[in-house]
């Protein structure tokens, strides 16, 4: 067996690399750097330096250019106490290797650093092999690069073809840790779809957004709960449902894991049973953290992410969640309330108008329209009930 240890092992000192591209901005990829910085926070580490280059194409050796690469060493050098370096866009294998030769320190991208934090979040079985398995199809292709010791347990007459190398070896055990990971994941799908299919006739409805908006806490609040909601990315990772009832009528809500750029394919493809509930929702409760300076980029992001799982077409009310959080970013204690009202106004007609008024402000903490979110959770189940069991929507009013 080949053991995966994690990248970060404790308050590591890091720096960050960013590549500006083409149709991109300095700007953008300076936020970009942002959400990274928090990415190492949350997996323990401090990002101390950002360094960034503009490159129309990324150096197939070594990612960034000779002379940023030495710029780095030399800080590395100055400062003495950085041990890991973290690339913002996804490396190969052989460009790990060459990094970490030139550097002296560890060297990671962004997919093995979110399959880090993912693999420390997860607590349940099925989530954990979840997350070893998208770890498993991270590596196979960079075993060369990547693997300086590997450790197995087993051996002996029948373990190593004839002729076979070390890595052919290496690659032959993950591919068959992959194959009994699959069989194992398999067997929670099953259980997952029993486990719906008992849920009986309920309208499903699924909170999906950014990692890190508020669902959890909205969960709570409206479930009346005690679901995990943390001020940390990815603090959520297995589905949690729970039946509601608002006015006599039932209905089952969904909080599932959160999205965020790049997120690493292999990690959509482990987590297939969970991002079922997304698929199999009746109803898509999209929240966005409105205070967050990028929330219309995080928009985007679920919005392609929800295409990609085919759910792009389904009923969906967009929450617009720490309002509190945005009224004082973007009102200072000097301005007129009048002119509060009218920013206010500007803003909901024009995301009422892009969402065809299938949309609420809230603030989740401050339970700030709370009241309206449910009756518009209420309407829309209650239209779905309607469409779905017409012979006994009655029941359900």
């Avoid at 750097?33 to 949350?42: G, K, R, V, Y």
């Avoid at 309607?386 to 009013?397: G, I, N, S, T």
Wanted: hydrophobic share 35%; charged share 30%.
């Amino acid at each position: 067996m080949i053991e995966k240890k994690s990248n970060i092992t404790g308050h590591e000192k890091a720096i960050l690399v960013g590549v500006v591209q083409n149709g991109q901005t300095e700007i953008q990829v300076m936020e970009y750097l942002d959400e990274l910085s928090f990415l190492a926070e949350t997996a323990g580490a401090t990002a101390v330096k950002r360094f960034t280059q503009k490159m129309q194409n990324p150096d197939s050796k070594t990612f960034v250019g000779k002379g940023k690469l030495e710029e780095i060493k030399n800080y590395i050098l100055l400062k003495n106490n950085i041990s890991i370096v973290i690339f913002d866009d996804e490396l190969t294998g052989s460009q790990i290797q060459n990094i970490e030769k030139e550097l002296q320190v560890k060297t990671i991208d962004r997919s093995d650093l979110i399959l880090d934090i993912f693999a420390r979040r997860a607590k349940t079985a099925q989530a954990k092999t979840q997350v070893e398995l998208a770890q498993y199809q991270y590596i196979l292709p960079r075993l060369k690069g990547m693997w300086k010791h590997l450790e197995r347990q087993g051996g002996g007459v029948g373990t190593r073809g004839p002729g076979e190398t070390e890595i052919e070896t290496d690659r032959r055990i993950v591919k068959d840790k992959i194959s009994l990971l699959k069989k194992r994941l398999s067997q929670y799908d099953k259980q997952a779809f029993t486990q719906r299919k008992e849920r009986g006739e309920f309208i499903r409805v699924s909170l999906v957004g950014y990692t890190n908006v508020g669902k959890s806490t909205i969960m709570n609040v409206l479930s009346k709960s005690d679901t995990f909601a943390e001020n940390k990315l990815f603090a959520t990772l297995d589905t949690t449902t729970r039946k509601v009832v608002f006015e006599q009528t039932p209905f089952l809500l969904s909080d599932t894991v959160g999205f965020i750029r790049k997120l690493p394919h292999h990690l959509v493809e482990s987590f297939k049973s969970t991002l079922d509930e997304v698929r199999e929702a009746d109803v898509l409760l999209h929240v966005a953290d409105i205070s967050h300076p990028q929330y219309e980029d995080q928009l985007l992001v679920v919005n392609k992410t929800l295409a990609g799982l085919g759910c792009a077409d389904k009923p969906c009310i967009t929450i617009f969640n720490k309002m509190d959080k945005y009224e004082a970013q973007a009102f200072d204690e000097w301005l007129q309330e009048d002119v509060k009202k009218e920013i206010l106004k500007d803003l909901k007609y024009r995301w009422q108008t892009e969402t065809k008024a299938n949309c609420v402000f809230i603030s989740a903490t401050e339970r700030t329209n709370v009241d309206l979110l449910r009756q518009t959770i209420l309407n829309k189940v209650r239209e779905m009930y309607q469409v779905r069991y017409p012979y006994k929507a009655e029941y359900f009013y």
